[in-house]
Structure formats: C-alpha cells, structure tokens
C-alpha cells in the first residue's frame, strides 16, 4: 500500500522561500515517479512539479520554472520541494503524488494513483 505524508507548509511573505517534504512509503520497486501538485479553492489542480528517480529526471510547470526544485533522498524516502522566490499566486494546498510508472513530464490524474492530504502553503504580499 501507497502511502504519502506531506509536511512544511507555511505563510510566509512574497519573496521568501518554503521547503515541502513527502515521506513515500510502499513503493516497493523503481519503476515510478513522484510529483507536487497544487490547489486552490474553485481552480483545477495544476502539476507543479515531477521527477522519475530512476533516470534521475525531472520536469517543472511553466509558472514554477527557475523558482522551484524538485529532489529525492532515496535512503529516506523523501522527496522534496524547494520553493523560492515566492509568489502570492504560489498560495495553494499542496499535495505529493505518486506514480507506478515512468511519468515523463505528466501531470495527469490517470498516472498519479496515489495521494498524500496535503500541506497548505500560503503567500502573503
């Protein structure tokens, strides 16, 4: 069983910097790819950010390109999202997904199963 725990959101001002952390449990082989999504009330979730650890291989969404930095600590089965420069814009619930295949630069529900409950980041001007 998948299971995905989020944690490190915040508020913080415009400008400043977040580390999200996800511990990823039962992925019990290589062949997957974890993800950051993002929500607003009354908006679509939008992908934010993937890797495919395996092929050491990650992708990003536009309005986070430069900004954010996906990573993997494998031995702690953690992955990690650096977010800096801030944005109010970048103000969502933020959610970690998992993939049980190699999602090169997908964001969609059909290749993320697997959810975590979020963590709520929230950008102040």
């Known amino acids: 069983q998948v299971h995905l725990v989020e944690s490190g959101g915040d508020s913080v001002q415009a400008g400043g910097s977040l580390r999200l952390s996800c511990v990823a449990t039962?992925?019990?082989?290589?062949?997957?790819?974890l993800a950051w999504f993002r929500q607003t009330p009354g908006k679509e979730r939008e992908g934010v950010a993937g890797?495919?650890?395996?092929?050491?291989?990650?992708y990003y969404a536009d309005p986070v390109k430069g900004r954010f930095t996906i990573s993997q600590d494998s031995a702690k089965n953690t992955v990690y999202l650096q977010m800096n420069s801030l944005e109010p814009e970048d103000t969502a619930m933020y959610y970690c997904?998992?993939?049980?295949?190699?999602?090169?630069?997908?964001?969609?529900?059909?290749?993320?199963?697997?959810w975590g409950q979020g963590t709520q980041v929230t950008v102040s001007s």
């Open positions: 997904a998992a993939s049980t295949i190699y999602a090169y630069g997908r964001f969609d529900s059909q290749a993320f199963r697997y």
């Open positions: 039962g992925l019990s082989h290589s062949r997957y790819s």
């Open positions: 890797i495919v650890p395996r092929h050491s291989i990650t």
